[in-house]
């Protein structure tokens, strides 16, 4: 009985930690919703790793203020994104659009791969066509 009552209190207190706090919800919750999604799609530029909606950095909780204030003000979904990616750029997007830039980025690892795989093949010609 002992281990059972430790063992569910490890897993209440294991719960994930959601990083809004409550003086960041809105009072409407159509546009709290709203809220949650586009935090979500938001980037923090601390964590990196993370969405502004998990994040616990000084930064996203600014960030979240600041998606809640254009939604308060009426701003549609597409120009909050729009205006946080004209104020950050497109690393602060979850999905950031393909670009040269991005392509650039995804394609290098493969592109020096390649050119690795390449040079490794021209030494390994030399040396076979300086054997015979």
Not at 83 to 101: A, E, F, T
Request: charged share 25%; aromatic share 6%; with cysteine.
């Amino acid at each position: 009985m002992k281990h059972a009552l430790l063992l569910a209190v490890f897993l209440f207190t294991a719960a994930p930690a959601f990083a809004v706090h409550p003086d960041e919800i809105l009072k409407d919750p159509a546009l709290e919703a709203r809220a949650r999604v586009l935090t979500k799609e938001l980037r923090c530029l601390v964590c990196q790793g993370e969405d502004i909606d998990e994040s616990e950095a000084p930064l996203a909780a600014d960030l979240r203020r600041l998606v809640r204030e254009r939604l308060a003000k009426g701003d549609s979904d597409a120009e909050v994104l729009a205006y946080m990616q004209d104020r950050y750029g497109d690393y602060i997007l979850m999905n950031p659009p393909v670009s040269l830039k991005t392509l650039l980025l995804w394609g290098a690892p493969a592109l020096v791969f390649a050119g690795g795989l390449a040079v490794v093949a021209l030494f390994v010609r030399r040396q076979k066509k300086g054997e015979g």
